[in-house]
């Protein structure tokens, strides 16, 4: 069965740091896609990125970035120059299968506390 | 992406009593999706609602408590049945846009008394 570890149940960090949320997953297969949504205070769950098993290159958008490393079962998501509005819960997932939408198998989440 | 609302958006309601929790997409998608987050944890799949089938069911959840149907590519409803304060949470569908990737509705905040 697949599994998502996030070790960090809380981050604080002051406004304008950079922040690292880890993320570990466990699968024994080899098509996958990996996911990380965001849930501020309101409690939608937003999409921020998926990547799929097959590609390891990292991603940048703006401040987010993203670093997929399957030697190491990691996808882990930095925030630089964090602010107040990134203060959030953030939920790393794991769908099995290529091509098609499947269960979500989330991890337990992170929640980021951003300060003035 | 699809525009995805569910209603009511949250509710108070007496143990022993159901509710209807409705999804609507502004599209047609072929796989919905109902999650439960119960109070500061992770969220979990409840069940698959495919149009023209029956819905799957994760282990752990069962028709009889949590009812659901989809009787077009637009629209879902998850039934919560019987209701106990165990069963307060918040309620999210999700629908998969572009084959691969899930996008989640507001939600509907549940609280059982």
């Known amino acids: 069965a697949q599994k998502v570890t996030q070790a960090q149940t809380e981050i604080s960090v002051v406004e304008k740091e950079d922040v690292t949320l880890d993320c570990v997953y466990e699968?024994?297969?080899?098509?996958?896609?990996l996911f990380w949504y965001k849930q501020p205070p309101s409690g939608e769950l937003v999409f921020l990125i998926r990547?799929?098993?097959?590609?390891?290159q990292n991603e940048i958008s703006g401040r987010y970035s993203w670093n997929f490393q399957k030697s190491t079962s990691s996808f882990n998501f930095t925030i630089t120059a964090s602010q107040v509005v990134d203060s959030a819960v953030y939920f790393c997932?794991?769908?099995?299968?290529?091509?098609?939408?499947?269960?979500?198998?989330f991890g337990t989440g992170t929640r980021l506390q951003v300060t003035l | 992406s699809a525009v995805i609302s569910q209603k009511p958006s949250r509710d108070i309601c007496q143990r022993g009593t159901s509710l209807t929790i409705q999804c609507q997409v502004d599209?047609?998608?072929?796989?919905m999706f109902w999650y439960r987050q119960q109070p500061g944890q992770s969220l979990t799949l409840i069940a698959t609602?495919?149009?023209?089938?029956?819905?799957?069911?994760e282990s752990g959840f069962v028709i009889d408590k949590f009812p659901i149907s989809r009787p077009n590519l637009t629209f879902s409803t998850l039934t919560v049945s019987n209701m106990s304060p165990e069963d307060s949470s918040i309620y999210l569908c999700?629908?998969?846009?572009?084959?691969?990737?899930?996008?989640f509705g507001p939600g509907t905040r549940l609280l059982v008394l």
């Open positions: 999700s629908v998969a846009w572009g084959r691969e990737t899930q996008y």
């Open positions: 699968t024994r297969d080899t098509t996958y896609y």
């Open positions: 990547r799929n098993s097959f590609d390891e």
């Open positions: 997932a794991l769908s099995l299968g290529i091509g098609t939408a499947s269960k979500l198998t």
């Open positions: 599209s047609q998608v072929t796989m």
């Open positions: 609602a495919n149009q023209g089938s029956e819905a799957t069911y």
